[in-house]
């Protein structure tokens, strides 16, 4: 049975911190090409960053450059993401998602509220 578990969404002051984790069981992990979606209240649902395999290339939505980072355990089969700096409009429910081929998984979501 593919999961997907998000965890560690938060209420966290702007300029804070925050690690999401993504952690993965019932398929070959370290084959899938993994991101991070959010979706906002009222929004469609956007792609924050994403990468293949450990070294291998990351991209990011530009609004998060220099602020997040992505990166996978491939022995654990955890994604995480490095929040820093945290604004606002960073609030939403995180989705971690998995790929390969046809093959497309999606965790149920983690909330970041970013509020003083």
């Known amino acids: 049975q593919v999961q997907l578990v998000e965890s560690g969404g938060d209420l966290v002051e702007p300029g804070g911190s925050l690690t999401l984790s993504c952690a993965a069981s019932g398929f070959t992990f370290s084959r899938f090409t993994m991101r991070w979606y959010r979706q906002a209240p009222g929004k469609e649902r956007e792609l924050v960053a994403g990468?293949?395999?450990?070294?291998?290339?990351?991209d990011y939505k530009d609004s998060v450059k220099g602020r997040f980072t992505i990166s996978r355990d491939n022995v654990k089969n955890i994604l995480y993401l490095e929040m820093n700096n945290l604004k606002p409009e960073d609030t939403a429910v995180y989705y971690c998602h998995a790929s390969y081929g046809s093959l497309s998984y999606w965790g149920q979501g983690t909330q970041v509220t970013v509020s003083s």
């Open positions: 990468m293949l395999l450990i070294g291998g290339r990351r």
